[in-house]
Each structure stands twice: as C-alpha cells, then as structure tokens.
C-alpha cells in the first residue's frame, strides 16, 4: 500500500517538477507574495490528493468491524460537539473563555499553561468590568437621589458672600447650591 502511494506522489511531483527563478527584472513584493500564495496552493492540493488516496487506501483495508467502530467514534465526537455547543449557548459562555478553556484542556503542557493564564486574565477583565459598573450605578443612584457632592476644600472650593448669593435668582441660587457651593457671611 506505502509503495503503491509513493509512486503516485513521486509520479505527480516529477510530472509538474517545474523550478522557476524567483528573480525577475521589475518583480514587486505583491507579485511575489501573489507567487508564493499560487505555489502554496498547488503544493497543498498535491498534498491533499495524496492524503485522499492514502485514506481510500486505509479504508479499503479496514474490515467492517473496524468501519462501523470507526464511524460510531465520529458520531460520538459528533453528539459531544453539539452537546458542548448547546451548553455553551445556554450558559451564554463568551468565546473568549471557551477559546481560554479549549486551551486548558489540551494535551499540550505549553498550551495548559496559557489556558490557565487566559482564564485568570478572562475574570480579571470581567472583575474589573463589575467594579466599573458598580461604581456608576452608585454614582447614578447618588444623583437620582439628589445627593450634593462633598464641598471642597482649598482654591477649587466654591464660596460666595451672603449678600451676593441673595442678588442671584431663585434658579441660580439653587445650581450654585447644588455644584456643592457655600455661602460666608
């Protein structure tokens, strides 16, 4: 079976073993990236059909046990797919954490570690995000209220003389009052 397929990619690769200079007079950057995408791709299709025929060849030499056992093991991958999805959506889980969490899973003890670190970041960032929120709902409630600001001290205090503050209109005397202004006598 190896050797059936190797004749055939040697065959494929020696029928379009074509080298082209990479060199030529007035060749842009875009035209060579546009050049390197095209051989990319016909490199990847010769690899493609060649993993095709391999697993033709696979399959042609499995027996029926094996098949169904086989296809029995995608159904189930398949069932636990949609179930993890269904969960995902109910819990209204971000993408973010699921890619964080994905990563944790893995068999891979570089991709576990940054799992774990995307995770802490993940409830950082939504920690912080609470606190923002806490923090102008508390303000907003504050001002539903009518709560005045504390009065300041130093230059930025607003003060004003009795005399004065009775010169102003009743509107104007109630902004100055509720900017968190003090009247002196």
């Given at each position: 079976?190896?050797?059936?397929?190797?004749?055939?990619?040697?065959?494929?690769?020696?029928?379009?073993?074509?080298?082209?200079?990479?060199?030529?007079?007035?060749?842009?950057?875009?035209?060579?990236?546009?050049?390197?995408?095209?051989?990319n791709k016909e490199w990847q299709s010769r690899f493609d059909k060649l993993l095709s025929e391999k697993?033709?060849?696979?399959?042609?030499?499995?027996?029926?046990?094996?098949?169904?056992?086989?296809?029995?093991?995608?159904?189930?991958?398949?069932?636990?797919?949609?179930?993890?999805?269904?969960?995902?959506?109910?819990?209204?889980?971000?993408?973010?954490?699921?890619?964080?969490?994905?990563?944790?899973?893995?068999?891979?003890?570089?991709?576990i570690g940054k799992g774990a670190e995307a995770i802490k970041a993940f409830f950082e960032k939504m920690?912080?995000?609470?606190?923002?929120?806490?923090?102008?709902?508390?303000?907003?409630?504050?001002?539903?209220?009518?709560?005045?600001?504390?009065?300041?001290?130093?230059?930025?205090?607003?003060?004003?003389?009795?005399?004065?503050?009775?010169?102003?209109?009743?509107?104007?005397?109630?902004?100055?009052?509720?900017?968190?202004?003090?009247?002196?006598?």
């Amino acid at each position: 079976m190896s050797e059936e397929i190797n004749g055939a990619a040697d065959q494929q690769i020696g029928e379009n073993a074509e080298v082209k200079p990479v060199k030529e007079a007035g060749l842009t950057k875009e035209d060579l990236e546009a050049r390197i995408d095209k051989v990319n791709k016909e490199w990847q299709s010769r690899f493609d059909k060649l993993l095709s025929e391999k697993k033709e060849k696979e399959n042609q030499a499995l027996t029926v046990e094996q098949r169904i056992e086989q296809v029995e093991r995608e159904r189930e991958a398949e069932r636990l797919s949609f179930a993890r999805e269904r969960a995902k959506l109910g819990a209204k889980i971000d993408d973010e954490l699921d890619a964080a969490i994905g990563l944790y899973r893995s068999d891979n003890p570089e991709e576990i570690g940054k799992g774990a670190e995307a995770i802490k970041a993940f409830f950082e960032k939504m920690k912080a995000a609470h606190e923002a929120d806490k923090e102008a709902a508390i303000k907003e409630a504050l001002a539903q209220a009518g709560a005045q600001p504390r009065p300041r001290a130093g230059k930025d205090q607003k003060v004003m003389a009795a005399a004065d503050f009775e010169k102003l209109a009743p509107k104007e005397r109630a902004e100055y009052m509720a900017s968190g202004g003090t009247i002196t006598d």
